[in-house]
């Protein structure tokens, strides 16, 4: 395989800064996003529980999203090292033709979709009782999440998920600046989803965009219900196989199929 293998020190340099990068991107976003949202009253969020999360939750937060940022960092220091090598299918340069052109947005959508779809059924398979206490019970202490718990993953579902778009950047083409835009929207949803407050405008959630798009409204309902709403960017597939619960403040419809959390 081309661009493999790699060199060693240069994995572990490369490693080094992704995690330090990656946690510190973690304390600059968060830190702010959270004490505008539960340190002061926003006049234009709406917040969305009743619950204050407790400084137990938020330690719990913090150390399991430091954890996974080690273990995000390891499969993506793998495919740097591969891209140094022209290793990867990620590639530069300016689009030539309109081809290309549309590949950029058509190649964000075919990432954010399968990172979507692995994300649901991934995160529902864990909340069946036999694996939900080894898999995805940390993340579920924060029943009012808060900001920090954006990342704060069991280290087996950090894993589930650290190596899928790095196995996708070696096989379908995608340019380094769609990969950015990937990233920094996935950090944003997180961060936003897992706010506690509701950031988007009202009239966003009551249209296209509410119900099509996950939003805090939608995955709060996951944490204080524990069942249901188990997709990551889209209500596609909690649409399609029947465990979409709605958003706060709706009826919250019955669970056709038992998948249990408690």
Request: hydrophobic share 50%.
């Amino acid at each position: 395989m081309e661009g493999w293998p790699i060199p060693f020190w240069g994995f572990v340099e490369t490693f080094a800064g992704l995690s330090a990068i990656i946690i510190a991107r973690y304390f600059a976003i968060v830190a702010p996003i959270h004490w505008a949202l539960w340190k002061r009253t926003p006049t234009r969020a709406r917040r969305l529980s009743r619950r204050d999360p407790t400084r137990a939750t938020i330690r719990n937060e913090i150390r399991l999203s430091t954890i996974s940022a080690f273990i995000y960092a390891f499969p993506a220091a793998v495919v740097l090292e591969m891209w140094k090598a022209g290793g990867t299918a990620i590639y530069s340069g300016l689009p030539q033709g309109l081809g290309e052109w549309l590949w950029l947005p058509l190649s964000a959508a075919l990432y954010l979709f399968a990172q979507d779809t692995w994300f649901y059924f991934s995160h529902r398979l864990m909340h069946h009782p036999k694996l939900f206490r080894h898999t995805h019970a940390g993340h579920h202490r924060s029943v009012q999440p808060t900001p920090w718990a954006s990342f704060s993953f069991d280290p087996v579902e950090a894993a589930s998920m650290a190596w899928l778009l790095p196995v996708m950047a070696l096989i379908l083409p995608i340019h380094w600046v769609t990969a950015l835009m990937i990233l920094m929207l996935m950090t944003i949803n997180a961060v936003f989803n897992h706010a506690g407050w509701e950031v988007y405008p009202k009239r966003w959630i009551q249209g296209w965009w509410g119900r099509h798009i996950i939003t805090a409204s939608h995955h709060n309902l996951h944490h204080t219900k524990f069942t249901g709403n188990y997709g990551l960017y889209f209500r596609f597939w909690d649409k399609v196989m029947g465990t979409d619960r709605g958003l706060v403040g709706e009826t919250i419809k019955p669970n056709p199929v038992p998948v249990a959390a408690e």
